[in-house]
């Protein structure tokens, strides 16, 4: 046993060492939204009785507002460990405490805890996200591998250029386009069968006869139906960005010693390009994948909106509207629970692959 | 005396302004961008000095844009030159809107850019070059916010300075979303810097004594500028991203000459009333091209800091300088 750990030594320090790293930027994430929560005002009775008085409102009943919003806001507060009257030291173990037992609070406005709807919403946002950035990456490393080989060609200059100009285009709008193309000429503005997670229809039929053998197929249908509009979205969004990455990675790789010896064996040209350049290539950008699942966050709440898709990225456009930001703070953070854990997950296997990069 | 100034003068002005402008006007698809950027910057200085009427004028909303007039032959009271893209459900004209919000959301964004790449380059370049204990903590905190999805936590900020009751003002906006775009800039200098470091020039200059602002300033920053030109061109298209997202979700405050607002504003427009789809399209194209007018533009940028291109400009303007150099011996 003593030597089968000594022989996996470096290994078992690297996942470690990088296991506290992670730990520590989930840490100082936390950290900073503590900060940016602590920014709202610290005394909300006198900030709301003011503004109620210079909306005209009548001294006594301004009074009473006030001091019901106050009531509110320090219970609010409370229910993410922030306790008023504490030092700022306390609350700030109060709310790291809550964060790591996913207890993100307790929403007024949609009168159920934070993480009750994070639940609901997190597998709608990861089944849609997690399929897209898929997509989006195998097309996109495709692509880019074609254009490593046809470089100085006509065809890839035009395609480097092409995939820069749509790459800087916003999601929204490719979202807009899409969705307004989609509603108006394939389902003649019948909202509910683009919109949403599923149909009513199948809503009911699965509320009234539960999830069995019978149902499940249409509901699988369903809702694959509606999941494939944000998911098209996100496909065609990204992946000029990573046809251009591995454009650039793959054509650096073309020109390494190894990749001449192979031609020089006279290896079949598919082998080379998929075991040799390919492979290389597509290595260093997995963790860029993993980071850009924060970005694709960003683009969900767009999306999702849109879509009336309820994941977690509608919830946070949703209280935008509302001004709940525990359910904004909630949903930040366990996205980038998400984003870290997965980067860990690449950089360690990434390790574990390539012993070169352990070093530094 | 009075012309040693006069041609370290016309130096300054080759080296920075007619020489690059020339490399990018030299270039199609740059010429192409800055044309479309000018155009761009003239529409915010004609919404400078414009009035837009943005009260509800019910009797002229949804006047079509001009050429739709012209095709469809449709008789109207409205003149061909009013209202050149139309009104929307409110009757506000259109181009007018498009140019008022124009100003802001380039000022914002440009200096959004700006604060990027400074912040980015700052961060990179001293973690680069010290190496050892800087360089690890400011890598790690370059990490911290990589590993922050950059939009919810804009929202989050915007919601809280709205609720914090505070006013739009472009250069808040343009903070507010450069909080973590530096990350990315950062980590790809420090990683060019970490290169050039072991550079035989950077050596020579060490062991020559040579002080290391000199170094880090005459000797690396001139070998990365052109990274950096051309990231201060995509933290800008990023930031107009950003920005105009916050808007169309409403997690900046409400003003209607946003184009962010204008377009959640036409997008419920067409979804829910039905006519104004050319409403729709104007936005989705002023904002495509803005962005791709950039991204041609940042071909030619490339081409500025590239020397082979550069010797073929700047001789000329070398020779200025060195004629000042003699006269001022």
Redesign the interface.
Known sequence: MGLRISRHRDEIIYILKKLG?AL??LV??IT??FV??K???GNPYQMYYY?LLMKGYPPNIAKSYAAHYAQQFYKMMASVGIVANESVFLQYLGFLAHVFTFNFGYSFYYKQPVSQIIASALPWTLLTVGIGLALQFSIGVAIGMVLAYKRGTKIDSIAT?AF??W????D??VG??IL?VV?VYVYGGNAVEVMGVMSPSIKELLETKGLTLQTLGPVLIDIFRHAMWPILVYTIVGFAGWALSMRSTAVNVLGEDYVTVAEARGLPDRRIATRYVGRNAVLPLFTSLM?S???A???S??IE??FNYRGIGFW??D???M?D?LV??G??LV??MA??AS?YLAEVLYGLIDPRVRGT | MKKVSRLLLEYYLYEYIINPLRIVVSNRKSCAGLVLLLGFVALAIYGAFIHVDLTTHPDRAFIPPTIIRLITGVKSSVPWWKYPLGTDWKGRDILGMLAKGAAPLLEASLCAGLITVVVGMCVGLTAGYLGGFADRALMWVTDVFLNIPSLPLYVLIGVLMLKAQMQFNPFLVAAVVSVTAWAGIARAIRSQVLALKTQPFVELARSLGMPTAHIVFREILPNVAGYIAINFIFSTTGAIYAITGLFFLGALPINPTQWGVMLNDAWKNVFIFGPGLYYLVEVILALALLQVSFVLLSYGLDEIFNPRIRERYFKSAAAKLLEARKALR
């Open positions: 790293l520590s930027i100082a994430i900073l939204v940016l929560i920014t709202l005002p503004q250029l820069m100009a790459r800087a285009i916003p929204y709008v807009l386009a307004y509603l980071i699942l924060g970005y966050f960003g683009g709440m767009f909106w849109l946070m456009a209280a935008i509207w001004r930001y904004l703070a949903c930040l996205e980038t984003v870290v980067v």
